[in-house]
């Protein structure tokens, strides 16, 4: 399974020709795909989704399943979105889905949480939304957090040394400036070797393979 990078949350993953695209949000670019099997968002903030990218990307393919929480569904008004939920797992083309959590990290106490899901694919690749809901499997690939109103370094490097993957790269990435990243890029690489993985650092575009 190939996995790429786009900007900031997004990724796009690929096996055996098929496509799955999670967290298409207004910071990403266009994403033109041919085999796309599912869309999975994460939570309901206009950083993962946003409706051009829905709008084109049903265009594109009519009949695609949309994975996302409750939330998702309430906020995303017009587009047929499958709720699901935490400990449900889906199948979509090639790509067997776990979802994890059931709520977003808190930004701050005064702002309500909403809800958040982390999700598993093909018992090999996680990606956690924004939280640090860590699944119950070992990881060979672990999409990590990087930068957000939420985020704190120190709980990002508790995150990866509980998960362990194999491997990381970092994810939403948009917030920081190339300093703040470079900084970030360390403090996770730091953290997957101390469980014996490695770091990618990923540019956008860039892919692993896991």
Known sequence: MRVTKREHACMILDEEGQQLVIDPGNQTGPITVRGLKAVV?????????????????????PTVPIFAPAGVAAAAEGFNITVVEAGERVTAG????????????????????????????????????????????PVALLATPAGAPWLKIGEVIDFVTEVAPRATFAVHDAPLSPMGLAMAHGRIEAAAQ????????LEVGDSVEV
């Not at 101390?194 to 650092?201: D, L």
């Open 194 to 201: 101390q469980g014996g993985g490695e770091h990618h650092r």
């Open 41 to 61: 968002i994460t939570h309901e903030h206009a950083d993962h989704w946003d409706a051009p990218h829905l709008e084109a990307l049903r265009a594109a393919h």
């Open 94 to 137: 090639p790509f067997r889905l776990r979802f994890f959590g059931g709520k977003h990290a808190e930004i701050h106490r005064s702002i309500p949480l909403v809800d958040n899901l982390g999700v598993l694919v093909n018992e090999r690749f996680y990606y956690p939304g924004d939280s640090y809901t860590a699944p119950d499997v």
